[in-house]
Nanobody, 127 residues
C-alpha cells in the first residue's frame, strides 16, 4: 500500500508560479513511475508529467512543455512539479499518482496503470 499526499496548490495570477509536492509513503517498487495528472471542471483527467524514479527520465504533455518541470528527491520520497508561466487554462485539480511498471513513452500517462492516487490539490489561475 502506498499513500500519497499532495501540497502546494493555490491561487495565482496568470504568469505566476507554483510548486506542487507529492510525498509518498509505504511500500513502493523501486522502478516506479510517479507523476501528476489534472482535471479541470467539465473535462477529463489528463496526464501532466511523470518521472521514472530510478532513471529520473521524465515525460510531459505538450501543453506544459517549457513551463512545467517535474523532479524528484528520492531521499525524501517526494516528487515536485514546478509550474511557471501559469495560464488560466492550467486551472484544475492536480493529482499525484504512482505505478510500479516504470515510465515509458507509450504509457507514461495511461491512468489505468496507476495504482495509487492522492486526494488532489487545487490550482487556480486568474487572468
Amino acid at each position: 500500500q502506498v499513500h500519497l499526499v499532495e501540497s502546494g496548490g493555490g491561487s495565482v495570477q496568470a504568469g505566476g508560479s507554483l510548486r506542487l509536492s507529492c510525498l509518498a509513503s509505504g511500500a513502493m517498487n523501486s522502478n516506479s513511475c510517479m507523476g501528476w495528472f489534472r482535471q479541470a471542471p467539465g473535462k477529463e483527467r489528463e496526464g501532466v508529467a511523470t518521472i521514472n524514479t530510478i532513471t529520473g527520465f521524465s515525460y510531459s504533455a505538450s501543453s506544459v512543455k517549457g513551463r512545467f518541470t517535474i523532479s524528484q528527491d528520492n531521499a525524501k520520497n517526494t516528487v515536485y512539479l514546478q509550474m511557471d508561466g501559469l495560464k488560466p487554462e492550467d486551472t484544475a485539480m492536480y493529482y499525484c499518482a504512482v505505478q510500479s511498471l516504470g515510465c515509458y513513452s507509450y504509457s507514461w500517462s495511461s491512468q489505468i496503470l496507476f495504482e495509487y492516487w492522492g486526494q488532489g490539490t487545487q490550482v487556480t489561475v486568474s487572468s
